[in-house]
């Protein structure tokens, strides 16, 4: 009996709340983006606790294009995927490089920034003059990287390179570079570019346009790029919005609004104003 | 040096104001933690404390599955689990949308779950410390089980928690960094954001680090003061 007013009150639950909130299709009017406010110059928060930076400014244009409202979370960098997922947030705008390791289990918008990935090394270090400094190579061309590779080998063997764990730059170390020195993972890029400082590590790995700003803050004078810059193969096709898979609607608007930025120039100037270089994917 | 200061002072460009709200907020989500902690290990010790073998064995399980996993876990687990759990309920039942539960809640009750479980042990120690005679005592002068507790009972136990309280406070404190990960913007996703957002991350985590080491040291002396205060009637004994 009690079971049966239990059913008949969960029955009767479920009722109202189907009959109060009818299942229909999502149209687009507000969306949350998710972003880690913590990446200058791609996101970053401001002394006034609000955030600021290249994703933030193309965000509201974007937004405004397409006539939503977009509203950012703040939100800790290893929880945006699952966070997306969970459905806390419709969207990811944070440094996140397109990767068909990620493209498992999310979508992505069109590119929006796209820098290479190089090392950072000491001025006075021994590898301050790396072959092939400077030179653009795809992951993709084998021959390329293979060449690369033979070019770099004398002057990285068994040094010790600092990168970020989960990133795509570890992907390429451990793919390419195994073997040949010894990859040190970090929470966070800043730790190791405090460690490169203190010289614990030779070199560390990030993104061109992470290290702008690596450089252009106290300490980075004693710093400087070395190395081929690489593009492509795990690194991906550069950032793009993170998106749930079902939401395809989502991903045809930002993509349509992603060509008009990229198009009128809107998406060029925020690169220059962020990253004091064009980023503007290809 | 006066950079440093311009950096983490109350000015505009100073990051203090957030500074001070993240520590107060490490300081409500820590209390939050230990005071859900101590309800959990009150039941939780009572349970270990029962003559019947099935709460004593359901504590026993409790203390030994939440002492036994990181804590990191368990707040994954409720941040992101019991959000696509409730989704998915709410899905069923015909709503659209997200049902989540907010990073001070999940926090709270994570760390306060795991706090419960050292405060547990902590209490049936206290409990089983209480020599026996005092009950005895207060029961042949006719003491109701409400006025021995009160009266016998409770600050006894108090006594002898105290100090191992203090050690639970302090790990609650420093647990509740593990929170930043739901994105709750307390000492140690503030610091983060503050060093990823200036590139400053010397400045930022040393000031966490101090931040964290104000909050121990003071609630050391408060707990400290409070075992003292607890031990009057231990020399009048």
């Known amino acids: 009996m009690k079971a049966m007013t239990l059913l008949g009150a969960a029955a009767a639950v479920a009722l109202t709340a189907v009959l109060a909130a009818p299942v229909q299709a999502k149209e687009w009017k507000k969306v949350v983006i998710a972003t880690e406010g913590a990446f200058a110059p791609y996101n970053l928060v401001r002394p006034d606790g609000k955030l600021d930076g290249y994703e933030i400014e193309l965000a509201a244009d974007l937004c405004g294009r397409l006539k939503i409202e977009c509203t950012f979370i703040a939100t800790d960098w290893n929880s945006v995927i699952p966070g997306l997922q969970a459905g806390k947030f419709d969207a990811i705008m944070s440094g996140m490089s397109i990767t068909p390791k990620r493209l498992e289990v999310i979508d992505f918008s069109l590119p929006y920034a796209q820098s290479g990935s190089t090392f950072a090394v000491m001025k006075d270090s021994p590898l301050a003059k790396m072959p092939d400094t400077g030179k653009r190579v795809s992951l993709d061309d084998k021959a390329a990287t293979d060449t690369v590779l033979k070019d770099l080998a004398p002057a990285l063997k068994g040094r010790i390179v600092g990168v970020q764990v989960s990133t795509i730059q570890a992907d390429v170390l451990n793919m390419f570079f195994k073997g040949l020195v010894e990859v040190r993972t970090y929470g966070k890029t800043e730790e190791h570019d405090l460690d490169l400082a203190a010289r614990r590590v030779d070199a560390v790995m990030s993104s061109t346009n992470y290290f702008v700003s690596t450089l252009s803050k106290p300490g980075g004078e004693l710093m400087q790029l070395s190395g081929p810059i690489f593009v492509g193969g795990p690194l991906g096709a550069g950032s793009g919005i993170g998106l749930r898979k079902a939401d395809t609607d989502l991903k045809d608007m930002f993509n349509k609004a992603i060509k008009e930025a990229k198009a009128d120039g809107t998406m060029k100037t925020l690169a220059i104003k962020w990253f004091k270089n064009d980023v503007t994917p290809e | ?237």
Request: aromatic residues 10%; positive net charge.
């Open chain 2, 1 to 237: 040096m006066s950079s440093l200061i311009e950096l983490l002072g109350f000015g505009p460009q100073g990051w203090g104001h957030q500074l001070v709200l993240a520590m107060l907020m490490t300081l409500a989500v820590s209390a939050s933690a230990f005071a859900t902690g101590i309800c959990f290990g009150t039941l939780g010790a009572w349970a270990k404390s029962a003559h019947a073998a099935l709460p004593r064995r359901m504590a026993d399980g409790y203390t030994t599955v939440v002492r036994g996993v990181p804590d990191l876990l368990v707040i994954y687990l409720f941040y992101f689990g019991g959000s696509s759990a409730l989704s998915a309920i709410a899905h069923a039942l015909g709503n659209q949308g997200f049902f989540g539960l907010n990073g001070f809640l999940v926090g709270t009750l994570a760390v306060g779950l795991v706090s419960g479980a050292y405060q547990t042990e902590v209490l049936r120690g206290a409990f089983n410390a209480i020599p026996h005679g005092e009950i005895d005592a207060a029961r042949a002068v006719g003491m109701s089980g409400w006025l021995m507790l009160r009266r016998v009972v409770a600050p006894r136990l108090l006594h002898y928690a105290l100090p191992g309280m203090g050690n639970v406070w302090q790990q609650v404190l420093k647990e509740s960094a593990l929170i930043s990960v739901t994105g709750l913007v307390e000492i140690m996703r503030q610091v983060h954001i503050g060093a990823g957002s200036t590139r400053r991350p010397f400045e930022f985590y040393i000031t966490g680090f101090f931040l964290y080491l104000i909050l121990t040291t003071l609630s050391g002396a408060l707990f400290r003061a409070a075992e003292q205060r607890s031990a009057r009637s231990e020399r009048r004994a």
